[in-house]
T-cell receptor
């Protein structure tokens, strides 16, 4: 079956440092979505990537979809304390989104 | 527009008791999903409704879990009898369409603690 790994599981950074989380699949993905869950909150949709090699930006967040559509990354430039939370990738988005384990970002002021 | 609402926000019950969780999706959203997140782990799919029909319930752990969506509006998820391993946060999500960008809007979740 399809195997998608999300790494790292946790990441501690000092405020102002960059952060990246990765999702790697053993098979080609039709699309990939990213969600953010704040502590005590619920997942909130950030973006969907569909095209091979696609890159999208939202302010300090950069999302990439690999050329082979087997991996994706979320990069945050100059983290702020408001970035704290767990970031999930999700695949199979046109049908039933399946979520990765998430990467918990802890930002130290 | 009102979002996805879930009730209760937190339920503490003893093993063997019954709990019913409710989800009101966004009006007009035919797709309704239940997911569960156990602390530190993935958001695990439980089941999917399209209107009042169960499309996929492959994620339901066992027959102690029963989900309904009568009339295609709100949904309930009943756990009977509850076991310790059922503890976690149960999220409901809804979406408008299945093809293309199937963007899920999540509710705030119902935290279930089984003692």
């Amino acid at each position: 079956g399809q195997q998608v790994m999300q790494i790292p599981q946790y990441q501690h950074v000092q405020e102002g440092e960059d952060f990246t989380t990765y999702c790697n699949s053993s098979t080609t993905l039709s699309n990939i979505q990213w969600y953010k869950q704040r502590p005590g909150g619920h997942p909130v949709f950030l973006i969907q990537l569909v095209k091979s090699g696609e890159v999208k930006k939202q302010k300090r967040l950069t999302f990439q979809f690999g050329e082979a559509k087997k991996n994706s990354s979320l990069h945050i430039t100059a983290t702020q304390t408001t970035d704290v939370g767990t970031y999930f990738c999700a695949w199979g988005g046109s049908y039933i989104p399946t979520f990765g384990r998430g990467t918990s970002l802890i930002v130290h002021p | 527009e009102a979002g996805v609402t879930q009730f209760p926000s937190h339920s503490v019950i003893e093993k063997g008791q019954t709990v019913t969780l409710r989800c009101d999706p966004i009006s007009g959203h035919d797709n309704l999903y239940w997911y569960r997140r156990v602390m530190g782990k993935e958001i695990k799919f439980l089941l999917h409704f399209v209107k009042e029909s169960k499309q996929d319930e492959s994620g339901m752990p066992n027959n102690r879990f029963l989900a309904e969506r009568t009339g295609g509006t709100y949904s309930t998820l009943k756990v009977q009898p509850a076991e310790l391993e059922d503890s976690g946060v149960y999220f409901c999500a809804s979406s408008f369409r299945m093809s293309g960008a199937n963007v899920l809007t999540f509710g705030a979740g119902s935290r279930l603690t089984v003692l």
